[in-house]
């Protein structure tokens, strides 16, 4: 099992910035990869970014190519979503997901989840 918890969400003005955080137990990361999902309220949950944990492959979806930056700090367990330039359309519940093997952009996926973190944009 892995147990993956978020913080770091908030509320942001339209152009700013927030750090995602996700730490994760349970098990050894050296198989796994790490995504981001977000949920908007009467939407679909749908793929951010996922980084590879040993090689720290990145892919993001292009609503957020040059905005937000997936990292992970080996040390510590944990993955990151940096994000900047904030828009009103990425008001959403971030989720981090797990996974054994390569990324993929489908949540069906992913086997472990955290309990997500609220970002909300204002205008």
């Known amino acids: 099992q892995v147990q993956l918890v978020e913080s770091g969400g908030g509320l942001v003005q339209a152009g700013g910035s927030l750090r995602l955080s996700c730490v994760a137990s349970?098990?050894?990361?050296?198989?796994?990869?790490m995504a981001w999902f977000r949920q908007a309220p009467g939407k679909e949950r749908e793929f951010v970014a996922a980084?590879?944990?040993?090689?720290?492959?990145?892919n993001y979806a292009e609503s957020v190519k040059g905005r937000f930056t997936i990292s992970r700090d080996i040390s510590k367990n944990t993955v990151y979503l940096q994000m900047n330039s904030l828009k009103s359309e990425d008001t959403a519940v971030y989720y981090c997901?797990?996974?054994?093997?390569?990324?993929?952009?489908?949540?069906?996926?992913?086997?472990?989840w955290g309990q997500g973190t609220q970002v909300t944009v204002s205008s």
């Open positions: 997901a797990a996974r054994i093997g390569g990324w993929r952009g489908s949540r069906d996926e992913y086997e472990y």
């Open positions: 349970g098990r050894t990361l050296t198989s796994y990869s």
């Open positions: 980084i590879t944990w040993s090689y720290g492959t990145t």
